[in-house]
């Protein structure tokens, strides 16, 4: 018998995506005893029709995947879709989940993993704020940079700046407060939430996306890093 659903479980739905068959099912039937709608693919061709043809909240990805491996896959999920995508790889070297996180991943998980872990995870990413969630505050200005906070839109320039979900959501709260210097942690607890447990060198590397994306239109100071604290807006002037 499942699981009491909770408030966010009862109506999210995952895609799980997995070439290990009795993993991608062990997972699956995890998540489905804590209320939530499961699909489950097993490579990386399927993955990316399911997830435009069912618009599952979260899906949870393994990197190494047959045909399409995880990082193809997520790039393409991610050019139609807004949903969480939490990475799974066997490999256990930093540079695999850096690259991973640059394809648009919101968060990863190394194998081998506890699946309550994984439900754990899941949950913490859909407490977060949704894309489409109502925000009644005008657009600000910081320099050269203009953020529509309700249309979860940047500008640079004038020129307007493709950003992930959470390189989004980092830069929402750096611009905030420009002024002020954020450690990992706060920003850890604001975008991810006060009960994510991980690696708190995450934020680095969405910082470095960001900065990236936003040097790309004007090479500006955009977000400085404040040494032995964290980071916080740049001039950008």
């Given at each position: 018998?499942m ?15 997995d ?36 618009a ?9 995947l047959p ?19 939490l990475?799974l ?23 081998p ?93 969405h ?31």
């Amino acid at each position: 018998m499942m699981a009491a659903m909770t408030d966010t479980a009862a109506v999210a739905h995952v895609l799980v995506v997995d070439d290990e068959t009795v993993l991608a099912g062990m997972v699956a039937n995890y998540l489905q005893r804590a209320g939530f709608r499961t699909s489950v693919a097993h490579d990386g061709v399927r993955a990316v029709e399911v997830a435009l043809a069912e618009a599952p909240d979260v899906v949870v990805l393994d990197l190494g995947l047959p045909g399409k491996d995880g990082l193809q896959a997520c790039q393409e999920i991610r050019r139609h879709s807004d949903c969480y995508i939490l990475m799974l790889t066997a490999r256990n070297e930093e540079i695999d989940k850096l690259v991973g996180l640059s394809t648009g991943a919101d968060d990863y998980m190394t194998k081998p993993f506890s699946a309550r872990e994984l439900v754990a995870r899941v949950q913490v990413l859909l407490r977060r704020p949704r894309a489409d969630r109502v925000v009644d505050e005008p657009p600000r200005l910081v320099g050269a940079l203009r953020l529509d906070p309700a249309a979860r839109r940047v500008w640079v320039n004038q020129v307007e700046v493709d950003l992930t979900r959470t390189e989004f959501d980092v830069l929402d709260v750096l611009s905030a407060r420009p002024r002020a210097a954020f450690t990992r942690r706060q920003l850890v607890d604001t975008v991810w939430g006060e009960d994510w447990v991980g690696d708190e060198h995450l934020v680095d590397v969405h910082i470095g996306h960001l900065r990236r994306k936003l040097a790309a239109v004007a090479d500006l100071p955009f977000v400085d890093t404040v040494r032995g604290v964290g980071y916080r807006m740049g001039a950008a002037q």
